[in-house]
């Protein structure tokens, strides 16, 4: 198996472990995140710690796809290539954020707390929660646009893949970015509409780049030609 068609692979398996990982996450986490009181009640703490696992998981996979692809990408435009890395590692650094908070609500958590003590740690535990939010409209919300961006221009130049993988990502990247912004500012929901329409090209982006680069790996183009000539001209 060739170079470029290892790195391929494991960038594909990166992108396809994101799927594999987050989206569980989300229904594991959900006693944590959908009970106001959860840090003073009896607790489903192995389930949210799976979930937060899963959510690690998550994290050191978007940082995997970044570097796997930097070797191949960087031939079309070193800068963007760098800045899809830095954009992918900030990504993984606030979805940790918001592990750890949640993390926190399970160490904290007191269910046989009473009087002033109860009252105190709902607090806690709301505060910490209202940051796990904060992180998931940051990190899986509003950065994956700023990625999908640089990385879909990069496909879209090179033609590593099918154009028209590389144009799901151009659209949906300013489609999420408005979503979480109108979020941020109090004129959109996590749950509305605009928000479901503006997830799906993310969505169908990342999934059939991960597929694609599984199955069939990168496609004959300038930068693979002229890493194969590289390769051969060193042996």
Not at 158 to 164: A, E, I, K, T
Request: aromatic share 8%; hydrophobic share 55%; with cysteine.
């Amino acid at each position: 198996m060739s170079f470029l068609r290892k790195t391929a692979l494991v960038a594909g398996a990166f992108y396809l472990i994101t799927f594999l990982s987050s989206i569980p996450a989300v229904f594991l986490l959900s006693p944590v995140l959908d009970n106001a009181d959860y840090i003073v009640s009896s607790g489903a703490d192995t389930r949210v710690l799976w979930g937060c696992l899963l959510d690690l998981i998550n994290a050191f996979a978007c940082i995997g796809t970044a570097v796997a692809l930097f070797p191949v990408v960087r031939h079309q435009n070193e800068g963007v290539a760098l800045g899809f890395v830095t954009a992918r590692v900030f990504e993984a650094a606030v979805i940790v954020i918001g592990v750890v908070s949640l993390l926190s609500v399970v160490t904290l958590r007191e269910p046989n707390a009473a009087g002033e003590d109860v009252a105190s740690l709902v607090t806690t535990g709301r505060a910490l929660v209202a940051i796990r939010n904060w992180t998931f409209l940051l990190g899986p919300g509003l950065i994956p646009g700023v990625n999908a961006l640089l990385l879909g221009y990069l496909m879209y130049r090179s033609g590593l893949v099918p154009r028209v993988i590389a144009v799901l990502g151009l659209i949906g990247a300013p489609l999420l970015v408005s979503s979480a912004l109108g979020t941020m500012f109090g004129i959109n929901d996590q749950l509305s509409v605009w928000s479901a329409i503006a997830t799906l090209p993310i969505f169908a982006w990342e999934l059939s780049l991960g597929l694609w680069l599984v199955l069939k790996g990168f496609k004959p183009s300038p930068i693979t030609a002229g890493m194969v000539a590289t390769s051969g001209a060193r042996a």
